[in-house]
């Protein structure tokens, strides 16, 4: 069986798995439960964990940093500011409304990591992940201060944490704007990958660098936007699963990114699936559980490659 082969299969088990993960029982008069919570719960966690994915290679290719991801490097911490922001000046704003402010904060946040980043040394790649936690850091307590001086702690949790408890028919859909701009990354995939070489190799080969630029730094910020609008902050999935995949598949995103999107999905649907399991019928915020197996592979990823420096 081909690696591609078995990740799809893989998947399909755990979506089965979800499916009839829960403590109400189906059967009878329950079976509404089905269409009303556990299909979108399960789409929601596929659709979140395959965008996040395939927008944490994008911010890679991007920086040239194999250790970046948007809930690293200051993009999830931007979206929750602008979130902040937006309901404070129009507390009874709509949904798309708060979309947008988060996508434009993200954007400006991403933006300015990437700025920062050129400016450290080449030579220490690990400088760049640790300048992304303390700038996300950074953006991190400008949003809490604001909303402990607005009395919005309790509400701001809610997109910090993320978690699909409350996901149902009609609080969802948004995720699917996601999923079509993975479809889009795709299909400028070796864009991207030439983009990954710097910014006077690409242009050498006939790419508009500041424009691929741009499209990637939008991938990024909407896709970061809509999940912490919808489900909240989901860490580590856009860094551990592309560093994984491309240690055993290569770099050529025309190859790797569909299984780069699976494999997100599987994990983020594998950790949800914990997530209601681990204290049934109980549940744990499905962010804490990714937080803690995400830091994990972080630490193991960081120190091969100072074992290999």
């Known amino acids: 069986m081909s690696r591609k082969s078995a990740v799809l299969a893989t998947l399909a088990v755990l979506t089965l798995v979800s499916l009839l993960t829960g403590v109400s029982s189906l059967r009878g008069d329950n079976l509404w439960l089905l269409f009303v919570s556990r299909i979108p719960r399960t789409a929601a966690a596929l659709l979140a964990g ?21 809930a690293t490097a200051g993009t999830g911490q931007a979206a929750a500011l602008g979130l902040v922001a937006i309901t404070l000046v129009v507390p ?27 400016r450290l040394p080449p030579r220490d790649p690990l400088m760049v992940p640790l300048t992304g936690i303390v700038y996300g850091g950074i953006l991190g307590a400008l949003t809490t201060f604001l909303a402990y001086e607005r009395d919005l702690l309790q509400y701001i949790d809610v997109w910090m944490t993320g ?43 006939g790419l508009d660098h500041r424009q691929i630029m741009a499209l990637g730094l939008a991938i990024v910020s909407i896709i970061t936007a809509i999940t912490v609008v919808t489900v909240g902050m989901i860490p580590f999935v856009g860094l551990v699963v592309p560093n994984i995949v491309a240690r055993i598949m290569g770099e050529n995103l025309r190859a790797t990114l569909p299984v780069v999107a699976a494999s997100g999905a599987g994990l983020v649907l594998a950790c949800d699936i914990l997530s209601r399991v681990i204290r049934y019928p109980f549940e744990v915020p499905v962010g804490t559980v990714l937080g803690v197996l995400g830091a994990a592979i972080f630490l193991w990823l960081l120190n091969g490659r100072a074992a290999r420096g």
């Open 163 to 205: 978690e699909f408890s409350g996901v149902m028919l009609g609080r969802y859909e948004f995720l699917w704007i996601g999923g079509v701009l993975t479809i889009a990354a795709y299909l400028y995939a070796d864009r991207f990958t030439i983009a990954g070489l710097g910014e006077e190799a690409s242009t050498s080969l």
């Open 50 to 70: 395959a965008s996040l994915a395939v927008a944490g290679v994008i911010m890679q290719m991007l920086s040239r940093n194999r250790f970046v991801e948007p």
């Open 92 to 118: 009874g704003a709509a949904i798309w409304l708060k979309m947008t402010a988060s996508t434009v904060t993200a954007l400006i946040g991403t933006a300015g990591f990437l700025a920062i980043v050129r």
